[in-house]
């Protein structure tokens, strides 16, 4: 019988390297985990059933894309997402936080009102406040629903990094009062401050102190190195309750996972996987195969001989480099559900090795694997 409540438990640790699990209505997640995205209600060029083969326990949607289009009247027809979608398994929602940033030529910025945009798509004047962000959330009925923040871009400005943690916590604030007491969900609060230890230090502070049921790293996979993101994990990540899911927001590439993982991090979220694949590139144990070179014109083996999920392993480089060059979609869509499946073998792996006090061997041999 799955849990009725959201929960976390810290299973073990090996240094900072955490092994958990988490419990919701919808099923169980296992941590460290990777969150496939899924802005607009698919992850790209991949059916449902096939992320679910890959061994994905979760996924991402997003509200601002979402709010857009199809728009909550429809998503309140199928009672939220997952069915809309045919994915009965946990949904992660983007509160439109990094939008603020990303589309920030369309938006400004209120502390009182909230985010004030110009739709993307028609031009339509749009206000996601803080309460409104959660409503969509629970609209599309999010089993981890995330406040709104402001996430500013890379800087080394004090002042509007500052501004941005004093604008998060006010909305923090109100996020947690319109969500209410619902415990068949989570909210997180998502963490600002830059490369600041202090800010960050200050923030952590900020929404502990208002209490969440887990914690998210935001601003960072911003544009700083990696070299960068790994000095502010190291120095901050230990400051967030060690009872609750940790989750940097964003992120990554496998090395990024690997490395933050060592900082202390259980959950991620990118879409290099599916944007990779649709460039032709793929992740392996053997690196980063950019399919698109002619090398592989006539080579016969396929990307993983040992994988059999929708016949993976048929398929050999050779014919995904004819695909990529004749421009068909198939070479997208297979090397994408390739990626997320390299992906979800490589968390497996990272857990394995959790668990049996291996991790920091494995760190080092793969660490750099994938620059």
């Known amino acids: 019988m ?3 409540k959201f929960s976390f438990e810290l299973i073990t640790q090996n240094d900072n390297a955490r092994l958990g699990k988490i419990s919701t209505p919808k099923g169980v997640i296992d941590t460290p985990a990777f969150m496939p995205v899924g802005t607009q209600g698919t992850v ?65 910025i209120d502390k009182d009102i909230g985010a004030v945009f110009k739709s993307h798509i028609d031009g339509k004047k749009i206000i996601l406040s803080p309460e409104k962000s959660i409503q969509v959330q629970k609209s599309i009925n999010s089993d981890i629903i995330m406040v709104l923040d402001e996430c500013p871009k890379l800087t080394s400005d004090k002042k509007i990094l500052s501004r941005a943690i004093d604008v998060s916590k006010h909305w923090a604030e109100r996020c947690k009062i319109e969500f209410g007491h619902d415990n068949s969900k989570a909210l997180f609060g998502i963490v600002q401050g830059g490369l600041y230890k202090d800010l960050r230090e200050e923030s952590i502070k900020n929404l502990v102190d208002i209490g969440f049921d887990g914690y998210a790293m935001g601003g960072l996979a911003v544009g700083e190195s990696q070299s960068e993101m790994f000095k502010i994990l190291s120095e901050t990540t230990n400051f967030l309750p060690k009872s609750k899911p940790r989750y940097l927001m964003g992120v990554g590439t496998p090395s990024d996972i690997l490395g933050a993982v060592y900082y202390g991090i259980d959950m991620f979220d990118c879409v290099l996987p599916t944007r990779s694949g649709r460039t032709g590139l793929a992740f392996t144990w053997q690196g980063k195969i950019n399919l698109k070179n002619s090398k592989y014109q006539k080579d016969t083996l396929p990307l993983d001989e040992s994988c059999q999920l929708k016949g993976l392993n048929q398929y050999s480089k050779g014919y995904l480099n004819h695909l990529i060059k004749s421009n068909e979609m ?19 792996e990272i857990r394995k090795n959790i668990r049996s006090g291996t991790f920091t061997t494995f760190y080092k041999k793969y660490i750099d694997y994938f620059n």
């Open 2 to 4: 799955q849990n009725q």
């Open 44 to 108: 790209k060029g991949i059916f449902p059933d096939d992320i679910l083969k890959t061994g994905t326990q979760i996924i991402l949607g997003n509200t601002y894309h979402l709010l857009l289009r199809p728009g909550i009247d429809i998503l309140k027809k199928f009672n939220g997402l997952h069915k809309f979608m045919n994915w009965n398994k946990p949904i992660l929602t983007d509160s439109g936080g990094y939008q603020i940033m990303s589309l920030s030529n369309l938006n400004k």
């Open 330 to 348: 198939m070479a997208s869509m297979l090397i994408s559900l390739h990626n997320i499946n390299f992906y979800q073998q490589f968390m497996s």
